[in-house]
């Protein structure tokens, strides 16, 4: 045998070495994608009951507390509340915002499952603007959801203050 011929046979035998690699690194990208599209799911998951617990949460104030129940609906219906009670239902807003905001932000990222939050839907949620449609919720707007929210989510919000909300179900 001559050089050439080794050198040929070397040849195909690198083009060989070359292509199983090919294969084998593949194979790893496409392992590395399931397990990164597990990862992801399980993101979103985590990102949904987490956003589901607040949501509960925000809930159960109204169905524990039978005090701030009067709270509630003095503050819906614009009735006089003392300082506490303004205080409390100022900060039960700030709680309904957050939440509000925690599903923006999640949707926005692609963290929460696909068709679960709606941008426009999030930003004119019934619910939250029945709440800053009321005399402390429009004070609470004014002067301090500035402080605590940005001003992407406040201006995204405020077209949808002081629409006719009596086609929303009540809470």
């Known amino acids: 045998m001559n050089w050439e011929a080794l050198g040929a046979i070397g040849e195909i035998i690198g ?15 496409k392992m590395q994608n399931r397990q990164l599209k597990k990862s992801n799911d399980h993101a979103r998951a985590q990102t949904s009951v987490q956003i589901n617990d607040q949501a509960l949460e925000f809930v159960d104030i109204l169905m524990r507390d039978k005090e701030f129940v009067e709270i509630y609906r003095k503050g819906l219906s614009n009735q006089p509340l003392n ?9 039960f807003i700030v ?5 509000l905001e925690s599903n923006v932000t999640a949707a926005k990222a692609g963290v929460s499952f696909e068709g679960d939050y709606d941008v426009e839907f999030l ?10 449609n009321t005399d402390v919720g429009e004070r609470w707007f004014k002067e301090d ?16 203050r002081n629409k006719d909300l009596s086609s929303a179900a009540s809470a």
């Open 123 to 132: 930003y004119g949620n019934p619910f939250m603007h029945k709440l800053i």
């Open 145 to 160: 959801a500035s402080m605590l929210f940005s001003e992407e989510f406040l201006s995204n919000i405020s077209p949808h």
């Open 15 to 29: 083009a060989a070495a070359v292509l199983a690699t090919l294969f084998y690194l593949a194979a790893q990208i």
């Open 83 to 91: 300082e506490n009670e303004v205080v409390q239902f100022s900060y």
């Open 95 to 99: 709680r309904m915002a957050g939440l």
